[in-house]
């Protein structure tokens, strides 16, 4: 039977108390184990409302018995920022004493684990899994969180780190469905992007901060490194990226969900009704590493005017937009423009149209990585 579970955060101050809430559906230690969360940054709702679509999803396969594996979902893995509303402002990708990204600074226990493992592997492929989830585990216990949102980020971890695959439900500001997910796991995961009928698919890995999906996954890498990429399976660990922050549609929500199901089926997490057979459509969208992701930047301050459309294919040097300074004269009033890169596809823009120098207010994916795209990738 389904079971909430409720984890009690650090306290920050005296008279407050915030908690998760975790669905699990599934025996525990059941195969393969999926982890799914939504709203790690807290003011991305549409992620959270396909969360609770998918809920009673959930709940209704349970009570038929189609549970194969054991799945565990958090509708709200951001109690915290959900209380980051300031002069009816609601900014919940920061936790505000501390100024900290929620999905930055995951605690990084990979070479604790490596130290851990060191004479004890080339058991086979399965017993050096089990070795390596159990000292991540480990690791994980050991680590003492310094305030409410490393708590947080801790909590999540622990229900996360030994799972078969993890997904990380986002939404981007304004933009096209899209994902991040490791090379590794490409073009295998291209059924999920099929189902979601994402637009863009980056493959992501190591590329700064210590986000949420890449730290699940980085003891697993470090391993693989080390010992071979045959010497343990790599979780599969996703960012799904369900539009932008406007997008709180039922619709669009309830096909979220119906899709995340349908992938947990052809996966063999669930089982078909009536023996049914799941099947994946094809990918149509385009696929490529972050290093080809252009991400757009104002060069002036002004108001920003979008002259490329959502979802456009552009060229290299296209103006995508420009910045307009509303009080220089007609002839400057034009105080920057923004181009395109390379060849791509515009997918996601700002919400915001109040331009500063160095913002970054979009992103193009394009056909091939980019010289200036090295070292850290991820903005904050």
């Not at 396909?50 to 594996?69: C, Y």
């Not at 060229?315 to 995508?320: A, E, F, N, S, T």
């Not at 060849?343 to 980019?370: H, I, M, T, Y």
Request: overall charge negative.
């Amino acid at each position: 039977m389904a079971e909430c579970r409720t984890i009690d955060l650090p306290r920050y101050a005296v008279g407050t108390q915030h908690s998760l809430k975790a669905w699990r559906f599934g025996a525990p230690g059941a195969r393969p184990k999926v982890y799914i969360q939504a709203g790690i940054h807290a003011d991305e709702l549409p992620a959270n409302l396909a969360a609770a679509k998918l809920l009673p999803l959930l709940q209704a396969a349970e009570a038929e018995g189609r549970i194969r594996g054991e799945i565990i979902l958090v509708p709200v893995a951001n109690p915290i920022g959900f209380n980051n509303v300031t002069l009816r402002a609601f900014n919940g990708r920061y936790h505000l004493p501390s100024g900290e990204n929620y999905n930055r600074g995951f605690p990084d226990i990979s070479d604790t684990v490596l130290e851990a493992i060191d004479g004890h592997m080339a058991e086979g492929p399965a017993a050096d899994l089990a070795l390596v989830r159990a000292e991540v585990g480990k690791a994980l216990d050991a680590v003492q969180p310094g305030n409410e949102a490393q708590g947080l980020r801790l909590e999540l971890m622990k229900m996360a780190h030994d799972a078969d695959i993890v997904l990380d439900l986002h939404t981007d500001s304004d933009a096209e469905l899209h994902l991040y997910l490791d090379e590794d796991h490409w073009p295998e995961a291209a059924d999920l992007a099929a189902l979601l009928d994402a637009k863009v698919v980056m493959f992501a890995r190591a590329s700064g901060g210590g986000p949420f999906e890449e730290t699940i996954a980085w003891p697993y890498v470090r391993v693989r490194e080390v010992y071979g990429a045959d010497a343990i399976e790599l979780p599969l660990t996703v960012v799904v990226e369900l539009r932008g922050e406007h997008d709180t549609d039922h619709g669009l929500a309830r096909q979220d969900a119906e899709a995340l199901l349908r992938f947990l089926t052809v996966r063999g997490v669930v089982s078909g009704k009536a023996g049914a057979k799941a099947k994946a459509p094809k990918f149509t969208g385009m696929a490529g590493p972050f290093s080809a992701t252009q991400t757009l930047r104002c060069p002036a301050a002004g108001i920003l005017v979008f002259t490329a459309a959502l979802g456009s294919t552009v060229k290299k040097g296209q103006v995508l937009a420009e910045i307009i300074d509303p009080l220089a004269a007609p002839e400057a009033a034009v105080a920057g423009r923004i181009k395109a890169a390379a060849k791509g596809r515009f997918f996601a823009r700002s919400n915001q149209r109040l331009a500063w120098p160095g913002e970054v207010v979009g992103k193009v994916q394009c056909d091939r990585p980019l010289p200036e795209r090295k070292g850290k990738l991820l903005y904050d």
